[in-house]
């Protein structure tokens, strides 16, 4: 059985960071894809692509491509994250939320304004202390 690319880039991830989770994890809840032709080249559908070095580590990018929403909730307003999730982290102008459908959603305050943003906007380290804290519960 022939696997789907998304599927064989995956299990190359897995081999790549065998004891660190973190990015395996962050693709699933952030619904990162592969880029067509790379399993080391992952974006987000803000434009923001990760990339795995050949030293394994990961660099990331803002392409300023235009938005490619396959979130179905995409346009909701932030009082639905608020409503449906199951794990929220707020900061000062900063709100993370785990929506019941296990996707990660980041609300930045922004000119008096919320607005949803990548979860790479804020570098990878911030994600994956958002990742580590998710997996502790």
Known sequence: MKLPFRDKAIVN???CFPTDK??????ELCSFEPDS???RIW???????IT?????KLR???NNCPIKVRDLYYKAPKSWAIENNQWSRLEENI????GNDNKLRLFRYIDNNW???STLSLKWAALKDVISEISEE
């Open 60 to 62: 990331l990018q803002n």
């Open 115 to 117: 607005v949803r943003s």
């Open 43 to 49: 974006e987000d559908e803000f434009g923001y692509t």
């Open 95 to 98: 709100e993370w939320y785990l």
């Open 52 to 56: 795995i070095t050949d030293e394994k």
């Open 22 to 27: 973190s990015f395996l994890k962050s693709i």
């Open 37 to 39: 032709a790379n399993w």
């Open 13 to 15: 991830v897995k081999a």
